[in-house]
T-cell receptor, first 110, second 111 residues
Framework: SQQGEEDPQALSIQEGENATMNCSYK?????LQWYRQNSGRGLVHLIL?????REKHSGRLRVTLDTSKKSSSLLITASRAADTASYFC??????????FGAGTRLFVKA | EPEVTQTPSHQVTQMGQEVILRCVPI?????FYWYRQILGQKVEFLVS????????KSEIFDDQFSVERPDGSNFTLKIRSTKLEDSAMYFC?????????FGQGTRLTVV
């Protein structure tokens, strides 16, 4: 069983639509982060939400965290073709170790 | 903005050779990490390093791997006797007490 699991595995939408990706995890966390990765490239940190926070915004990104359900969601509003990438949730438990989920591949069609 | 830098960006090596991947973490960070991502797969934790010693390692991090902080700025991952299945992106990360900052990765190709 995995610590972080994203849902869906792949998502294809039209430009301008909103994209919602979900992440579930199994153990208690200190914080949860979302990363973006363009194909074959490095990881770009998008947003961090701490275990005592419920929602955070950053530009077109909105992240929610429900610790009772051990789940998080990433919403990208008004998507653009440039948002096409893989999105990973990553949880930090004790010891500052970050564990990644398998990711959601987002494809935004122009 | 401070960043984690990794060199080289791409390394090609013959099977059986040793490689050293280099990382310069953010200067005031205390925790350092190596992660691996096989093409098309998830990012996997390899090892964490704190206070000049390994604090945690995964099952992947066997005797073939070692890490070192040879001076005050560099953090290296050595892979001995490389195998084809070691081909992957290797990411270094460091953290102070907030989120981890990742480098751009080194793509290792074992031929």
């Amino acid at each position: 069983s995995q610590q972080g699991e994203e849902d869906p595995q792949a998502l294809s939408i039209q430009e301008g639509e909103n994209a919602t990706m979900n992440c579930s995890y199994k153990t208690s966390i200190n914080n949860l982060q979302w990363y973006r990765q363009n194909s074959g490239r490095g990881l770009v940190h998008l947003i961090l939400i701490r275990s005592n926070e419920r929602e955070k915004h950053s530009g077109r990104l909105r992240v929610t965290l429900d610790t009772s359900k051990k789940s998080s969601s990433l919403l990208i509003t008004a998507s653009r073709a440039a948002d096409t990438a893989s999105y990973f949730c990553a949880t930090e438990t004790g010891g500052f170790k970050t564990i990644f989920g398998a990711g959601t591949r987002l494809f935004v069609k122009a | 903005e401070p960043e984690v830098t990794q060199t080289p960006s791409h390394q090609v090596t013959q099977m059986g050779q040793e490689v050293i991947l280099r990382c310069v973490p953010i200067s005031n960070h205390l925790y350092f990490y190596w992660y691996r991502q096989i093409l098309g797969q998830k990012v996997e934790f390899l090892v964490s390093f704190y206070n000049n010693e390994i604090s945690e390692k995964s099952e992947i991090f066997d005797d073939q791997f070692s890490v070192e902080r040879p001076d005050g700025s560099n953090f290296t991952l050595k892979i001995r006797s490389t195998k084809l299945e070691d081909s992957a992106m290797y990411f270094c990360a460091s953290t102070g007490n907030t989120e981890a900052f990742f480098g751009q990765g080194t793509r290792l190709t074992v031929v």
